[in-house]
């Protein structure tokens, strides 16, 4: 006898139904990103569809009392077995329709550190689209690598609370106060990546008021063409760093 476990067909195809809040802000976003719109409806309901390379995303109508800011809307995962090629098509679109990479509020697309193995991008109406890269340890060390110390250990809690908690907040806590403990007597490149990290940070969640002083301090260290490389590859947008460690020429 044939049951119906046996009439499924393990060819299924998962469309995520994000929320939301502004139709046109949602059209003008992926569109500057490269996305094909296959759906477009505003009334009576909210439903748009949209396709890139391999990946859909459909939305639908929002709750009323929304707030896009909190971003905690929802979103899904994107498993792919390149993440970086993601991220620079991603920030080229951006570049190339906004004159700049969305670091800060909604829309923006999180940093990504060479080797890592994940990015997220925020929506207008603060769904999280978290790219993650097929293979991805299994396990993680939250709270810093034990085999770390000092400031590298700071920088590597950082890391987790960034890429694998979208915790930026905590983030930024972290490196402001393992910078002030470790600071001093850290190799030059790890203050450097704080400091590039918190800049970073800073501008992300619209509070810049420290930023040129701690780009002064950037600018003050003795690093080599590497070593600046390193540094700049660790921002979401390098070009945030440029008044204090501008690109070689």
């Known amino acids: ?11 299924e195809t998962t469309v995520p139904l994000l929320h939301c809040v502004s139709p046109e802000e949602t059209l003008a976003f992926w569109r500057a990103l490269g996305f094909e719109v296959t759906y477009e409806q505003t009334k009576p309901y909210v439903y748009l569809a949209f396709c890139w390379s391999g990946l859909h995303l459909h939305y639908g109508p929002a709750p009323k009392d929304l707030d896009p ?3 905690n809307t929802g979103g899904c995962l994107v498993m792919v077995d390149a993440v970086a090629a993601y991220h620079a098509a991603f920030t080229d679109a951006m570049r190339g329709a906004y004159g700049k990479v969305l670091v ?3 829309p923006r697309i999180t940093r990504y550190r060479p080797g890592a193995s994940r990015f997220t991008l ?3 109406s603060g769904n999280s689209i978290i790219f993650i890269q097929r293979g991805e340890p299994a396990e993680l060390e939250y709270g810093g690598s034990k085999r770390l110390q000092g400031l590298a250990r700071v920088l590597d809690n950082a890391r987790i609370l960034r890429e694998f908690k979208t915790d930026d907040r905590a983030a930024f806590r972290a490196l402001n106060s393992g910078l002030r403990r470790h600071g001093d007597g850290a190799p030059v490149v790890e203050q450097a990546l704080a400091l ?7 501008i ?8 040129p002083d701690w780009g002064t301090r950037l600018q ?7 070593e600046r490389e390193q540094v700049r590859a660790t921002v979401a947008d390098p070009a945030v760093l440029g008044p204090w460690l501008p690109e070689a020429s």
């Open 204 to 211: 992300g969640l619209g509070e810049p008021e420290r930023v």
């Open 69 to 71: 800011a909190k971003e």
């Open 196 to 202: 590039a990290g918190l800049i970073d940070l800073s």
């Open 122 to 124: 925020i929506d207008p």
């Open 1 to 11: 006898m044939t049951t119906n476990e046996d009439r499924v067909q393990p060819n």
């Open 220 to 226: 003050t260290l003795p690093l080599t063409a590497e």
């Open 104 to 106: 800060k509020g909604q």
